[in-house]
């Protein structure tokens, strides 16, 4: 281990609350500069080298929870926060006309019917892709399958439940 990164392992430990006070006020979440932290420590203890002498720790060790906090808000974009969850399960929607809501309904009822049909695995495929973000890799070793296995069944669960709301 290089020098560079005991004197940053140390300096995170000794310094970790005013390193996140800083950072919860960068951030806007003291949640999320917690989670950075955490990540910047675990990072520091995966580096073996390729650490030098750091003039200013507390510069490098923020940029480097920076970093990581933007990387992971990236990842977590195109996940639905709860008041847009509610919205879009929001069928009584007070500039909803009786026709769309009904409509709205016998979708749903369509695509229940679509994924009530559906084997066990594919249906298991596609709710952990599309509703959780699971990648197809790491369902495929979930599963014991392989990858090309996944994107089969993710296909033919597609085409299910287009062929679904086709003959609606």
Not at 40 to 50: H, I, V
Not at 75 to 98: R, V, W, Y
């Amino acid at each position: 281990m290089s020098d560079g990164l005991l004197a940053l392992r140390t300096f995170l430990v000794s310094r970790y609350d005013d390193l996140k006070g800083r950072l919860t006020r960068r951030l806007g979440s003291a949640d999320m500069a917690g989670d950075a932290l955490q990540d910047t420590w675990l990072r520091l203890n995966s580096k073996e080298t390729g650490v030098g002498e750091v003039s200013s720790p507390q510069s490098y060790l923020l940029r480097m929870a920076v970093n990581i906090a933007v990387d992971q808000q990236r990842a977590n974009k195109h996940l639905l926060n709860a008041a847009q969850i509610d919205e879009l399960l929001d069928l009584e929607d007070a500039g909803a006309t009786p026709e769309s809501i009904a409509l709205t309904r016998s979708d749903c009822d369509i695509l229940t019917q679509a994924m009530e049909a559906m084997p066990a695995r594919r249906r298991a495929i596609l709710l952990a892709v599309r509703l959780d973000g699971t990648p197809q890799n790491e369902i495929a070793e979930r599963l014991g399958i392989s990858v090309r296995v996944v994107q089969r069944e993710l296909k033919r669960a597609h085409e299910h439940c287009a062929e679904m709301f086709n003959e609606k």
